[in-house]
């Protein structure tokens, strides 16, 4: 009871509640341009937590999380453009209804969609985070390097066109780890002399430079050649009925499950499970014609399920330290950062910590009912701001941002390095999320197989001796497998 | 020419590279049984190596109707100009930044990127743009957030 009282009184403070109230509408500001991802977002706000106490600042970066997932539903409502992957299953459904007249209706449907979706998994979250952090407290070394393992096999699913480049892309991501001090004999590796990489390459500094960059390369391309989106002067959204909702209540419950499960599966995330629930919706609705054409059912499903991903990639991120997506790789630098070390251990030290970050996740949810039903119009009006000017605003944040990380130029000149290799890997079809899921994971993955080989005095049997090892590295063998058949066939 | 046909070479170059700098500049384990600070680089750069020489296999002995259309346009002078400016602009800021401090490099750089990249000429509101983002970053940064910013080593 005192840890609830502990986690209410930090998560109600006017410094969090006010973090988590800009952090979803930045969220959902990022979530809505097409083109602006909040991975970037997330990555651009974590330096500006670095001054604030723990729950005000990871609030802040759930808030960019659960905004900038719901905020893809609106120009795929409007625009008919997705603002993020995960909104992509909305378009078929949503745009049409917008061309109808209806896109109040599909935008009050998507967010109470979406609102249930985050708040269904949230509870699931919560019912089933310390079940397995319970399991995870008595892992050791190898299963540790097992469960990391896995972890990184994860870019299977990020891998995008193919499994070689993604694979690529990862060990590029563990070779940029590699640079600065070893942590377990204190040796210099491939610093060449400079004071400055022993420290090496900084997660957020690495992350910025490949999220932002490379966006704004891309934006200062277009300027010219790509319209402006028109948006829509008259936009008010509407609550749906309570008829509608009794009707899709049932639908809502079975997508909020199908999310929840597909987050909780590392590598997955948003667009896989709004495409499944869509599917879902479709084959099990009493009128799958009208499926594309304007069905309120298409737009709910997709909706409930890519928002009850954020409760899902929460499971494995909070009790194993495993980011299942890039944001989620960018939570978990947060949570670095401000002293939680996630993994089983967390709900020993930090349990008020977790709970505060419920509670955020909660306000966010009523945060993006408000600001979606009653404020959507001043929000269609800020998103008419032409995204070259936004770009030279992102340039001068990765700026400012890389050099409050540690109050060093140099990590600015390594930020604009790191988004020119960002920019290059994109353009040679290499995608930038499993370097930085090798960046995140790298250090465990080497440290805790080192520990595990000085503990058993150089014997690798020590990792065939545990059976949850061997559990993860063959669901590992198994992912990257099926990945390879899958890369084979097409 | 097909991306793969260049690109598994290339990643097969890096990869030596890498083996070749962490033979020469890491040191092998001192502690018997323990892989050492060595170890790991090894096995990542024998990976890489590994995976460039499967895309050159793939690229070069398929035939070409077989290939996957992954094919990558010649960079255009216009990309190169808005790459090569982004890249320099971002280390002239950073330079600029610390030799004369936050308040006269951010300008600079926002009406650098707005006139010379974006081709903007409309002056009045470019000079408002550029002296509005610098006074929010700063209070922002330094008024809310107490992150110091530099203040220009040549000026101090």
């Known amino acids: 009871m005192d840890t609830l009282a502990q986690a209410f009184s930090a998560a109600l403070t006017l410094q969090a509640i006010g973090a988590t109230v800009l952090g979803t509408v930045i969220g959902l500001f990022f979530g809505s341009i097409p083109g602006l991802t909040f991975s970037m977002a997330l990555a651009l706000m974590l330096p500006f937590t670095f001054s604030m106490s723990q729950t005000p600042a990871l609030a802040l970066l759930l808030g960019v999380y659960v905004g900038g997932m719901t905020g893809g539903s609106v120009s795929a409502i409007l625009l008919g453009i997705p603002g993020t992957p995960s909104a992509a299953a909305t378009v078929f459904d949503g745009h049409p209804m917008a061309q109808k007249g209806e896109a109040g209706v599909a935008l009050g449907a998507a967010v109470i969609a979406s609102t249930f ?63 600065g001090l070893d942590e377990l004999d204190g040796v210099a590796r491939l610093t060449f002399g400079t004071v400055q990489l022993q420290q090496g390459v900084n997660l957020l500094v690495a992350m910025i430079g490949l999220f932002a960059i490379p966006q704004v390369i891309t934006t200062f391309l277009n300027h010219g050649r790509v319209k402006s989106l028109e948006i829509p002067s008259d936009v008010r959204a509407s609550l749906p009925s309570l008829r509608q909702l009794k009707e899709h209540f049932w639908l809502m419950v079975r997508c909020a499950g199908i999310g929840t499960g597909i987050g909780a599966i590392p590598g997955t995330g948003g667009p896989i499970a709004a495409f499944l629930a869509y599917d879902h919706a479709r084959r099990f609705s009493k009128r799958p014609g009208g499926f594309g054409k304007g069905e ?29 997506d890039p944001a989620t790789a960018v939570i978990l630098g947060g949570l670095l950062l401000h002293g939680l070390q996630p993994g089983p251990m967390l709900f ?75 920019y290059f890997l994109q353009r040679i079809h290499i995608p930038i999320a ?51 058949r899958s890369s084979l066939r097409k | ?84 400016g982004i890249f320099s602009l971002l280390m002239l800021y950073a330079y600029v930044m ?20 974006l081709g ?37």
């Not at chain 1, 505060?356 to 009653?374: E, G, K, M, R």
């Not at chain 1, 440290?447 to 590992?476: P, W």
């Not at chain 2, 384990?29 to 895309?55: C, H, Q, Y």
């Open chain 2, 1 to 84: 020419m097909r991306l793969d046909r260049w690109l598994g070479p290339c990643v097969a170059l890096l990869a030596l590279g890498w083996l070749w700098l962490s033979f020469t500049y890491i040191p092998a384990a001192r502690v018997e049984g323990e892989p050492g600070p060595r170890a790991f680089p090894i096995v990542l750069g024998a990976t890489l190596l590994g995976l460039g020489v499967l895309i050159s296999i793939g690229a070069w002995w398929r035939s070409p109707r077989k290939m996957p259309a992954v094919a990558v346009k010649a960079i255009s002078s216009r990309e190169a100009f808005i790459v090569g």
């Open chain 2, 120 to 156: 903007m000429r409309e002056w009045r509101f470019m000079l408002i743009f550029a002296s509005s983002v610098t006074a929010v970053c700063w209070v922002f940064f330094v008024k809310l957030l107490e992150a110091p910013l530099p203040r220009g080593l040549w000026l101090m």
């Open chain 1, 296 to 324: 309120l059912a298409g737009v709910i499903a997709p909706e409930t399920a890519n928002n009850a991903v954020t409760g899902g990639t929460m499971i494995p991120l909070l009790s194993l330290g495993i980011p299942g």
């Open chain 1, 348 to 422: 020993r030290t930090h349990l008020s910590a977790i709970y505060a970050l419920y509670i955020a996740i909660v306000l966010a949810y009523v945060v993006i009912l408000v600001v979606q039903i009653w404020g959507i119009r001043v929000f269609v009006r800020v998103l008419r701001v032409p995204p070259h000017l936004l770009a030279v605003c992102i340039i001068v944040m990765c700026v400012l941002g890389s050099y409050a990380i540690r109050n060093s130029i140099f990590d600015v000149y390594l930020m604009g390095v790191m988004g020119l290799l960002g």
């Open chain 1, 434 to 484: 499993p370097v930085v899921l090798g960046l995140v994971l790298g250090e465990t993955l080497e440290n805790q197989y080192r520990t595990a080989l000085i503990l058993s005095e150089g014997s690798h049997a020590i990792f065939m001796d545990s059976g949850v090892a061997v559990l993860f590295f063959a669901i590992t063998a198994l992912t990257l497998g099926l990945q390879l």
């Open chain 2, 98 to 117: 610390e030799k004369l401090g936050f308040l006269i490099a951010t300008p600079m750089a926002i009406l650098l990127a707005m006139s010379g990249l």
């Open chain 1, 117 to 179: 979706g985050g708040l269904f998994s949230l509870v699931v979250m919560m019912l089933l985070l310390e079940q397995v952090a319970a399991v995870a407290i008595k892992f050791g070394p190898a299963e540790i390097f097992a469960l990391v393992l896995f972890g990184l096999s994860t870019i299977c699913g990020m891998a995008e066109r193919s499994l070689t480049r993604g694979l690529i892309a990862g060990v590029l991501g563990l070779m940029l780890m590699i640079i």
